[in-house]
Protein backbone atom coordinates (compact mmCIF):
# COMPACT_ATOMS: atom_id res chain seq x y z
CA UNK A 1 0.00 0.00 0.00
CA UNK A 2 1.67 3.40 -0.82
CA UNK A 3 1.15 6.74 1.30
CA UNK A 4 -1.12 8.66 -1.20
CA UNK A 5 -3.70 5.50 -0.65
CA UNK A 6 -3.11 5.01 3.37
CA UNK A 7 -3.57 8.35 3.55
CA UNK A 8 -6.85 7.85 2.07
CA UNK A 9 -8.02 5.75 3.91
CA UNK A 10 -7.14 7.29 7.12
CA UNK A 11 -9.16 10.48 5.88
CA UNK A 12 -12.41 8.20 4.99
CA UNK A 13 -12.27 5.90 8.13
CA UNK A 14 -11.85 9.40 10.62
CA UNK A 15 -14.92 10.83 8.56
CA UNK A 16 -17.35 8.52 10.66
CA UNK A 17 -19.91 7.45 7.93
CA UNK A 18 -21.79 5.16 10.16
CA UNK A 19 -21.95 1.93 8.94
CA UNK A 20 -19.55 2.10 5.87
CA UNK A 21 -16.62 -0.57 5.44
CA UNK A 22 -13.55 1.28 3.91
CA UNK A 23 -10.50 -0.53 2.94
CA UNK A 24 -7.82 -1.16 0.67
CA UNK A 25 -8.02 -3.60 -2.58
CA UNK A 26 -5.14 -3.71 -3.87
CA UNK A 27 -3.96 -0.10 -5.11
CA UNK A 28 -7.87 0.79 -4.81
CA UNK A 29 -10.38 1.49 -2.07
CA UNK A 30 -13.28 -0.27 -1.79
CA UNK A 31 -16.31 1.19 0.28
CA UNK A 32 -19.41 -1.28 1.12
CA UNK A 33 -22.18 1.33 2.43
CA UNK A 34 -25.53 0.15 4.18
CA UNK A 35 -28.33 -0.69 1.53
CA UNK A 36 -30.18 1.65 1.96
CA UNK A 37 -27.46 4.53 0.83
CA UNK A 38 -28.21 6.18 -2.44
CA UNK A 39 -25.55 5.83 -5.21
CA UNK A 40 -26.67 8.38 -7.49
CA UNK A 41 -26.52 11.01 -4.66
CA UNK A 42 -23.08 9.88 -3.98
CA UNK A 43 -21.77 9.10 -7.83
CA UNK A 44 -23.42 13.11 -8.54
CA UNK A 45 -21.18 14.73 -5.17
CA UNK A 46 -18.28 12.86 -5.41
CA UNK A 47 -15.98 14.78 -7.60
CA UNK A 48 -16.57 18.25 -5.51
CA UNK A 49 -15.99 16.01 -1.96
CA UNK A 50 -13.04 14.31 -3.49
CA UNK A 51 -11.42 17.67 -4.82
CA UNK A 52 -12.07 19.08 -1.99
CA UNK A 53 -10.86 16.42 0.67
CA UNK A 54 -7.38 16.10 -1.62
CA UNK A 55 -6.72 19.56 -0.89
CA UNK A 56 -5.97 18.25 2.71
CA UNK A 57 -3.33 15.67 1.29
CA UNK A 58 0.07 16.82 1.53
CA UNK A 59 1.72 14.07 -0.68
CA UNK A 60 1.88 13.70 -4.17
CA UNK A 61 -1.17 12.95 -5.87
CA UNK A 62 -1.04 9.25 -7.08
CA UNK A 63 -3.72 7.70 -9.29
CA UNK A 64 -6.59 5.91 -6.76
CA UNK A 65 -9.80 4.17 -7.87
CA UNK A 66 -12.48 4.05 -5.52
CA UNK A 67 -15.03 1.31 -5.76
CA UNK A 68 -18.36 1.96 -3.91
CA UNK A 69 -21.00 -0.54 -3.48
CA UNK A 70 -24.36 -0.38 -1.60
CA UNK A 71 -25.35 -4.02 -1.74
CA UNK A 72 -27.52 -3.91 -4.80
CA UNK A 73 -25.03 -1.60 -7.48
CA UNK A 74 -21.47 -0.38 -7.90
CA UNK A 75 -19.66 2.32 -9.34
CA UNK A 76 -16.35 3.12 -9.81
CA UNK A 77 -14.37 6.48 -9.16
CA UNK A 78 -10.77 7.26 -10.65
CA UNK A 79 -9.09 10.11 -9.12
CA UNK A 80 -5.82 11.36 -10.70
CA UNK A 81 -6.25 9.02 -13.59
CA UNK A 82 -3.25 7.86 -15.64
CA UNK A 83 -3.54 7.77 -19.50
CA UNK A 84 -4.81 4.22 -19.40
CA UNK A 85 -7.74 5.59 -17.80
CA UNK A 86 -8.07 8.07 -19.92
CA UNK A 87 -7.68 5.91 -22.97
CA UNK A 88 -10.46 3.52 -21.84
CA UNK A 89 -13.90 2.91 -23.67
Keep these: MNAYQQKWLDILKSAGLKDWKIEPRDGDIAIEMPHVT ?14 A ?37
Design 38 to 51: DLKLIRDNLPSTLG
Design 53 to 89: ISLDINLPHERIKFIFHNGYENFEYVLNPNEADLNEG
